[in-house]
């Protein structure tokens, strides 16, 4: 199983940027999202169920959407009104029998 991670650039506050998270090798059952921000540790961002139910971290509430295309393998984070604390690197996460597989991260700048 492999994930392929991409979308991430550089904003400005208020941006929006959409990351993908691109799987081959299987059909993922749950996909998350996390974040590091330097010096930061690796925190939660979203989790998209394989039954479809999705829980943001308290921060990205009301901002961030993630979702799925079944079709394709691949889950989005739609990321909307970046703030400078949004800056981090961004990571997927599937679950795929049982077992965890990350993505490499890719990184998201909001700066002016």
């Known amino acids: 199983v492999q994930l392929q991670a991409s979308g991430g650039g550089s904003v400005q506050p208020g941006g929006s940027l959409t990351l993908s998270c691109a799987v081959s090798g299987g059909i993922f059952n749950d996909m998350a999202w996390y974040r590091q921000a330097p010096g930061k540790q690796r925190e939660l961002v979203a989790v998209?169920?394989?039954?479809?139910?999705?829980n943001y971290a308290g921060s990205v509430k009301g901002r961030f959407t993630a979702s799925r295309d079944n079709a394709k393998n691949t889950g989005y984070l739609r990321m909307n009104s970046l703030k400078p604390e949004d800056t981090a690197v961004y990571y997927c996460r599937i679950t795929f029998q049982g077992m965890y597989y990350w993505g490499k991260g890719t990184q998201v700048t909001v700066s002016s």
């Open positions: 998209l169920t394989a039954g479809g139910s999705i």
